[in-house]
């Protein structure tokens, strides 16, 4: 009996810190999920030959436009671009960077020309966000252009992600798209890849 009892409470204390580890395994991976994808930090850029100075004034027009193959839906419900915009603004004005909307530059003014080329919306709160956006770049002083970039970045919502809608989930991409660019336009480098690079395929 006594023999049995001990036995009994070794398998108890296994199950016990099995059950500790699963926890502690699960929390790590609520945590992983909550800053994967789009919440992530801006890598440094692809490309390492630096083309311009660092950049203190931008001009740049309101109208972003998107790529006709992007999805209807995309299109008319999550206005990316003014989403991407907006997050421009703040991302410029948190790193000191005078960012010039529909301004009149002048011919040594720095110019910032974008367009969104992809965005993906599939899965959803229930089964799960799978959402992208590409943003390429076209940097010009004056009407001579200096250089180029691409930028994408994917989401899966996140932590608490499938209280999201599909719409705020791309929100969030292009927030840190805003981010991306940002921080290039302090060390421009020549036709840079930048984010989730394994997206981006060649412009259209």
């Not at 890598?43 to 006709?68: G, M, Q, R, T």
């Not at 010039?100 to 959803?124: F, H, R, T, Y």
């Not at 992600?161 to 991409?173: D, I, M, T």
Request: proline fraction near 3%; hydrophobic fraction near 40%.
């Amino acid at each position: 009996m006594y023999s049995y009892d001990i036995i009994k409470f070794d398998i108890n204390h296994k199950g016990e810190k099995m059950f500790k580890k699963v926890v502690v395994l699960m929390v790590g991976l609520l945590v992983s999920l909550s800053i994967v994808g789009c919440g992530r930090a801006a890598p440094k850029p692809a490309n390492n030959k630096v083309v311009y100075k660092s950049i203190d004034k931008v001009y740049l027009e309101s109208n972003i436009p998107l790529d006709k193959y992007i999805a209807g839906n995309i299109q008319d419900e999550c206005a990316l671009d003014t989403r991407l915009l907006d997050n421009l603004k703040e991302a410029a004005a948190d790193n000191n960077i005078e960012l010039i909307v529909d301004g009149k530059p002048g011919p040594k003014d720095v110019v910032l020309k974008l367009k969104i080329d992809n965005a993906l919306s599939s899965g959803n709160a229930f089964i799960g966000h799978r959402k992208f956006v590409v943003v390429g770049g076209e940097l010009y002083e004056g009407s001579k252009k200096i250089t180029e970039f691409q930028v994408a970045r994917r989401s899966g919502g996140g932590f608490f992600g499938g209280y999201k809608s599909s719409c705020a989930v791309l929100g969030g991409c292009t927030k840190t798209i805003a981010q991306d660019i940002v921080q290039w336009l302090k060390n421009p480098t020549e036709n840079a890849l930048l984010g989730n690079r394994e997206l981006l395929r060649p412009r259209r």
